[in-house]
């Protein structure tokens, strides 16, 4: 099993260090709780890690199958309900250099995406759009 360590900094802040490794990460709360927003927040790394995870699935499948799919990006953005702070959906923008990417080979990366064990984790009350322009 692996293990991140967090530690409360004060002020909102926190500091996570993965286990056996030198690998830090910082969060803050955001710039609405009156705290300086300098990195990012619990929810933006929920979002992160959903871009990510959908990045490395498209880039081990496209791998794995000999396909080229340059340097793709994924832009999110979140809603949340004031009420709860509760994210309500995602919207994950995929930019894929897709010049020489075959009708099959676009359609292996869009549901090497859609595998993404970090999505399949996320409640299915959020609703996520996936936009991909190849």
Do not use: W
């Amino acid at each position: 099993m692996e293990e991140i360590k967090v530690t409360y900094s004060g002020n909102i802040k926190t500091t996570a260090a993965k286990g056996g490794s030198q690998i830090t990460t910082a969060t803050d709360n955001s710039p609405e709780s009156r705290t300086a927003g300098t990195t990012f927040t619990p929810v933006d790394m929920l979002v992160n890690s959903l871009g990510a995870c959908m990045l490395s699935m498209m880039g081990a499948t496209a791998a794995r199958k000999g396909i080229d799919i340059g340097r793709p990006t994924a832009t999110m953005t979140y809603d949340t309900d004031p009420a709860t702070h509760r994210v309500t959906a995602v919207r994950v923008v995929f930019d894929v250099d897709g010049t020489n990417l075959s009708e099959a080979d676009r359609k292996v990366i869009m549901g090497a995406a859609k595998a993404c064990p970090v999505a399949a984790s996320l409640s299915e009350s959020i609703a996520k759009e996936l936009v991909f322009n190849f």
